[in-house]
């Protein structure tokens, strides 16, 4: 094979794995669940289900193919920006039975324009470019469609064997000197628009944990009275904190056995070890300063999980520039939770960080704005509409991602107060340049 037909056995290889996700998602529930609203917060997954199909549509049979609409009078409905979550399901949406045809038909012209794409010459067609945005955006549909997966009430239908156990206990943090690296990626070809471009930045010394804050980490928050200690949080943090009457990370209950959590319909212990999920941004703030710390800014974290200070260059994961394996992150809707910390040693970066990549999303303190040299890329309703808005970056990806979507420069966004996502965190500290000389 030539590097072309290399290049469109890969895009064929992720679309397809994009698809059986869709098609497991929708179809593990029944058409009443599949139309229903299982919170405010989140579409009906058979919208989820035909806007995955309508941007495929409007990108690569419109766009890059240059052919007829499919379904032209159904743009509205799927426009992310013209209806709010919660009015979804009011919507004359396209049924379950339609909204499938749909999606297949689309994909079936898809596979003729892909075979007859030259994989370059425009730059949306450039490496394939939009093939993979199409990829990346229906596996991102597919978190969004587990995580109401798991706001859904009612028998579980969804089952995975349990992640790896943990290989050694990981604990305390790393020290990292100053630096001067390069942030985002202006040659990772799939990469999205506010990955790019590639800049140099200059982070201060800092300390960042080696794992995510475990379950037990943030129990001990709890019983210290962390959610009772209105210092601990931030003016805002703290007014959500009373107004939304938080407690306890979402999911988790407590009764006379102790505390347990919900995991797509099925109640299970808490495991101690595992990365504490479905905490909002004011509540891992809260513990970081509980802990003395605080949370690491987007640049500390893409450092901690890019920089190879020995070789003095950015890679594209902490292992390095090898795409993801099942043997080093915890990706792909394999296990449907967060593995122990330290389950995957093969995964950790050259300072010795484990697990930046996977388990769980983790919450920075970074608003989402564009790198120097931001370019629209190709739309502005992807990234650039919500530099500026009330979002927090989050990083690295969590069992939900696939691995097409989540890269060491791959930026996720939301509002501070969300918690359905499987969201996480891990501390960062202030540290002195002595404390670095002292630390080697
Ligand atoms: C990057 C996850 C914030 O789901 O809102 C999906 C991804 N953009 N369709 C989102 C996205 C357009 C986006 N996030
Ligand atoms: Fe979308």
Request: glycine share 8%; hydrophobic share 40%; charged share 25%.
């Amino acid at each position: 094979m030539n590097d072309t037909e290399l290049l469109r056995s890969k895009l064929e290889q992720v679309l397809v794995r994009s698809r059986a996700r869709t098609d497991a998602l929708s179809g593990s529930v029944d058409d009443q669940d599949l139309i229903a609203q299982h919170s405010p917060l989140m579409s009906p997954l058979v919208w989820d289900l035909a806007h995955i199909g309508n941007q495929e549509e409007l990108w690569l049979v419109r766009d890059l193919g240059g052919r007829e609409p499919v379904r032209a009078d159904i743009d509205q409905l799927y426009d992310a920006f013209q209806h709010a979550r919660s009015a979804r399901p009011e919507l004359p949406l396209l049924s379950p039975l339609e909204a499938r045809r749909y999606v297949g038909t689309v994909r079936d012209k898809v596979w003729d324009i892909l075979d007859s794409s030259p994989l370059r010459g425009r730059r949306l067609e450039e490496d394939g470019f939009a093939f993979a945005m199409i990829a990346q955006h229906e596996q991102q549909h597919d978190e969004t469609m587990l995580a109401t997966h798991q706001l859904r009430t009612g028998p579980a239908v969804l089952d995975a064997p349990a992640p790896p156990r943990s290989a050694r206990e990981v604990g305390g943090e790393i020290l990292f000197a100053a630096a001067d690296f390069t942030m985002g990626t202006s040659t990772d070809p799939w990469a999205l628009d506010n990955e790019r471009p590639a800049h140099r930045v200059h982070v201060q010394a800092f300390a960042l944990d080696a794992a995510p804050v475990t379950n037990e980490q943030y129990l001990a928050f709890i019983y210290d009275g962390g959610y009772c200690r209105s210092e601990l949080w931030s003016e805002r943090g703290w007014a959500h904190r009373v107004e939304a009457g938080l407690v306890a990370p979402q999911f988790w209950e407590r009764d006379h056995d102790g505390w347990s959590r919900r995991r797509f319909g099925v109640r299970a212990p808490l495991r101690p070890a595992q990365p504490v999920m479905h905490v909002c941004y004011f509540e891992a703030e809260a513990y970081a300063r509980w802990a003395g710390k605080r949370l690491p800014t987007e640049t500390e974290w893409e450092c901690a999980a890019r920089y190879d200070a020995t070789s003095d260059r950015s890679r594209r994961f902490p292992w390095g520039d090898d795409d993801p394996a099942d043997h080093l992150a915890n990706l792909g809707q394999q296990y449907l939770e967060p593995a122990d910390v330290g389950a995957y040693p093969d995964g950790v970066s050259p300072a010795g960080v484990h697990q930046l990549i996977g388990d769980v999303w983790e919450w920075t303190s970074s608003d989402f704005t564009p790198y120097a040299g931001f370019q629209v890329f190709p739309y502005a309703e992807y990234s650039q509409v919500f530099f500026g808005g009330d979002y927090k970056v989050l990083r690295g990806g969590s069992f939900g991602t696939d691995a097409v979507a989540c890269r060491g420069t791959f930026r996720n966004w939301d509002h501070p107060i969300r918690r359905q996502i499987f969201s996480g965190f891990r501390c960062a500290r202030d540290v002195s340049p002595d404390e670095i000389g002292a630390g080697n």
